[in-house]
C-alpha cells in the first residue's frame, strides 16, 4: 500500500520556465536600473555645476550693474570725465 506517486514533469518544466524566465527579468531590471542610476548621479553632478555657474552669472551681473563698473567702463570705453576734472592727453603717442 505503499504507493509512490509519479513527478509531474509538465508541472516540473513550467516552473522551471517560469524560473527561469523571472531570473532573467529580474537581471535586465537591474541593469536598466543601474543605467538609470548612472544617469541620475552624472544630472546631479550636472545640475550643481550649473547652479554654481547660475550663482557666478548672477554676481557678474550685480557687479556690472554697479555705479563704479559703469563708471570705468565710460572712462575707459567712451572717454568720458566727470565734471570737473582735467584730462592729460599724451602726444606722444
Keep these: 500500500m505503499n504507493k509512490r506517486k509519479k513527478p509531474n514533469w509538465f508541472l516540473i518544466i513550467i516552473l522551471s520556465i517560469g524560473v527561469t524566465y523571472l531570473s532573467v527579468m529580474i537581471i535586465r531590471q537591474q541593469s536598466i536600473l543601474n543605467t538609470q542610476r548612472t544617469e541620475m548621479e552624472e544630472l546631479a553632478l ?20 554697479s555705479d563704479e563698473y559703469i563708471e570705468a567702463i565710460a572712462r575707459r ?9 582735467k584730462v592729460f592727453v599724451d602726444i606722444n603717442k
Design 77 to 85: 570705453e567712451l572717454g568720458l570725465v566727470k565734471e570737473g576734472e
Design 46 to 65: 550636472k545640475i550643481e555645476e550649473e547652479k554654481e555657474l547660475n550663482l557666478k552669472l548672477l554676481e557678474e551681473r550685480e557687479k556690472v550693474l
